[in-house]
């Protein structure tokens, strides 16, 4: 880990009002979240096609990183681009790379934390991929198959119902604490704590 680059976390997901509250967003609700945390708002970036926030997560003076948080606003399929321009002016390790992003093969609401891997069919992953490679961390939020016969594209680009938004702030906080978890205690900490 390079002591003075900051971390970059990017919550995935797709720009506009229309898409705010779509399974796939996830990743941004949970960038929304540590925004406000973090007591800043996102600026359009000079150097990238996203939004981003530049501040500290954790406890001030005992145990706070520099972070970089990030919202592409290409779509989700072309989400690489935006953030291989931003670890590259920001200058972030790959070990240093966390991204948020909908799970399919999860049950809703559970929580994964690893480090590399496939892309699983997930257009935002396999866009990263292919512009940084597979070794970044990952916070896996469950969302569950789609019902019945429904088509997996239809499934992700809808709300959540109402029973899972039931539940939804609480899922989206615990993904934002497994974030810090990950930045501040580390990879195998984290996953001990957050890997239900």
Do not use: C
């Not at 530049?54 to 592409?72: D, F, I, T």
């Not at 480090?115 to 569950?144: A, M, P, Q, W």
């Not at 429904?150 to 499934?155: C, H, I, K, L």
């Amino acid at each position: 880990m390079s002591s003075d680059a900051p971390w970059l976390i990017v919550g995935l997901g797709n720009p506009g009002p229309g898409y705010a509250a779509n399974r796939h967003n996830v990743g941004f609700m949970v960038a929304d979240l540590l925004a406000g945390r973090m007591g800043g708002s996102f600026k359009r970036a000079q150097k990238a096609q996203a939004q981003v926030l530049e501040g500290r997560l954790g406890v001030p003076g005992v145990s706070s990183r520099r972070v970089v948080l990030a919202k592409p606003m290409s779509y989700m399929n072309l989400s690489g681009g935006p953030v291989a321009a931003l670890s590259g002016f920001y200058k972030v390790p790959l070990g240093q790379v966390v991204v948020v992003h909908d799970e399919l093969d999860i049950d809703y609401g559970t929580l994964r934390l690893k480090l590399g891997g496939g892309d699983n069919g997930h257009n935002g992953l396999k866009s990263l991929s292919k512009t940084l490679g597979r070794e970044y961390l990952r916070v896996r939020f469950g969302i569950g198959r789609p019902p019945g016969r429904m088509e997996v594209a239809d499934f992700v680009l809808k709300d959540f119902s109402s029973a899972e938004r039931k539940e939804l702030d609480y899922f989206v906080d615990r993904a934002a604490d497994a974030v810090e978890a990950l930045v501040i205690d580390g990879l195998e900490r984290a996953q001990n704590t957050y890997n239900s």
